[in-house]
């Protein structure tokens, strides 16, 4: 919003505090009153469709049905893409099913793998005109101010990240009591973790190239510059140091999340076992199938009961390279042996996937995201 107010200046030349007030409240407000109405519809249409690639095409199309509209009502479209983003996020558990979310993360992890390599193929583009651009003075002045704001940018993340790390415990009780004191070690990681990338540039690639009287736009070409040292700053440097900071500060594995989980787990097993056992007094299933289940849930509350009594045997355990190297040499073998089935035409190959695709759930279930 602030760039959008910098940038209007510059082009009309002229700058009031109150009309500009005025609009950034308008903007703000009205970017995320849009992005959490769109939430809605897009909610309201998920929780009526039942096809994941028809969902994961709405998925694709709803950023840019928050954006587009939001600018024309001359509100924030970036607020409103992420106020309709962190709206549908905190549905989606309730109105997506399974079959969904298993294409989606795939197919946004690809989007995300192929975003990030337009960065640096957009910075190889641009980056020999800028420079041609700029060939009337030395290269060591932009490249000395490059460096000047990468490490101003990181200073100030540093700065920020630890004040919002520590200054709520310092000023609200209710939070030192609720929440542990975090470490200083897992903050600077935070801190030292700020890599820029896709929204610096597309920030900068926001810029026009022109004022409305015809003349190019002042230090365009330069302010791309000094964006292109900040990524490359950023990613190369704080990138290539961040597991050297990690092993220096020694840092630890976060129980309390692990915790979390195993609480979350045992509750949702609990809950589990209460419905089963609902069921089996209104007689809707068989006592046979009834007691498997109910066994598999008692087996998976106990695991979680010596997890939470003794976690790093239970970690050890279950969790350790020489268990996941096991168990992959195990799923190899059934792959191989299924293959062979449909090879001597045993299996026709629909029968083939199926087994497959159970196969490949259990390793991801084994090597995790």
């Known amino acids: ?105 795939a197919f946004w992890e690809i989007v995300v793998f192929l975003l990030n390599g337009f960065v640096f193929t957009t910075i190889g583009l641009q980056l020999p005109g800028i420079l041609g651009s700029l060939r009337g003075e030395s290269l060591a002045s932009p490249i000395e101010n490059a460096l ?74 330069y302010i791309l510059f000094l964006t292109f040292g900040v990524i490359l700053v950023t990613l190369v440097f704080q990138g290539l140091t961040l597991p050297l900071v990690i092993r220096k500060l020694r840092i630890k594995g976060d129980s309390s999340a692990d915790e979390e989980e195993r609480t979350a787990r045992l509750e949702a097993n609990k809950a589990a076992i209460e419905l089963i056992e609902k069921l089996r007094e209104n007689g809707d299933f068989s006592p046979e199938v009834v007691d498997r289940l109910r066994a598999e849930y008692d087996e998976r509350v106990e695991q979680l009961q010596l997890c939470a009594e003794n976690p790093d045997d239970c970690r050890g355990e279950i969790a350790t390279p020489q268990y996941q190297r096991l168990q992959h040499e195990a799923l190899r073998v059934e792959r191989q042996t299924i293959i062979r089935l449909r090879n001597e035409r045993v299996i026709n190959d629909d029968a083939l996937r199926r087994i497959q695709r159970d196969l490949d759930l259990a390793e991801a279930r084994l090597t995790g995201p």
């Open 1 to 105: 919003v602030a760039l959008q107010f910098a940038v209007a200046a510059q082009m009309t030349g002229q700058f009031s505090l109150g009309q500009a007030s005025w609009r950034f409240v308008w903007a703000a407000a009205g970017g995320i009153g849009f992005g959490l109405f769109v939430g809605v519809v897009i909610r309201w249409v998920h929780r009526h469709l039942d096809d994941p690639p028809v969902q994961i095409t709405i998925s694709l199309l709803t950023p840019f049905l928050a954006y587009l509209p939001a600018e024309r009502l001359h509100a924030s479209g970036v607020l409103a893409v992420v106020a309709g983003g962190i709206f549908l996020g905190w549905h989606s558990p309730l109105i997506v099913n399974a079959r969904y979310r298993l294409q989606a993360f």
């Open 148 to 221: 000047l704001v990468s490490a101003a940018v990181v200073l100030v993340r540093i700065a920020w990240v630890f004040a919002a790390a520590y200054l709520p415990f310092w000023l609200g009780k209710k939070i030192r009591a609720r929440e542990p004191f975090p470490a200083w070690q897992n903050v600077t990681i935070i801190a030292w973790s700020g890599m820029r990338g896709v929204i610096s540039l597309a920030a900068a690639f926001a810029l026009p190239f022109v004022l409305p009287d015809g003349r190019p736009f002042p230090g365009r070409n």
